[in-house]
């Protein structure tokens, strides 16, 4: 069974920088796709980044260098590096995984319970 676990939240100043952490089990890790996704109250769900099995990323318009997807293949972890952050970021961040990659739309068939991300002063 497909397990993703998220960790790293919490509450974060403007400017500031997070760590999101997504533990992944049950699945070969090399060939599956994943993204990070958000959804704020009274707001669709966004997809924030994603990488494919060969390190190619992609992300929103509205994180575009302030925030960076990475995969740990030995410890099937993957992570988002959040700087600069804006209060604008504040939602839930949910990881997600899939054979196909839907790239940033939120078709993924895995995903994890999510991780609650509050920026303010």
């Known amino acids: 069974q497909v397990q993703l676990v998220e960790s790293g939240g919490g509450s974060g100043q403007p400017g500031g920088s997070l760590r999101l952490s997504c533990a992944a089990s049950g699945y070969t890790y090399s060939s599956t796709y994943m993204a990070w996704f958000r959804q704020a109250p009274g707001k669709e769900r966004e997809g924030v980044a994603t990488i494919d099995s060969d390190g190619t990323t992609v992300y929103a318009d509205s994180v575009k260098g302030r925030f960076t997807i990475t995969k740990d293949k030995a410890k099937n972890t993957l992570y988002l590096q959040m700087n600069s952050l804006k209060p604008e970021d504040t939602a839930m961040y949910y990881c997600?995984?899939?054979?196909?990659?839907?790239?940033?739309?939120?078709?993924?068939?895995?995903w994890g319970q999510g991780t609650q991300v509050t920026v303010s002063s």
């Open positions: 997600a995984a899939d054979r196909v990659w839907y790239v940033l739309a939120s078709y993924y068939k895995y």
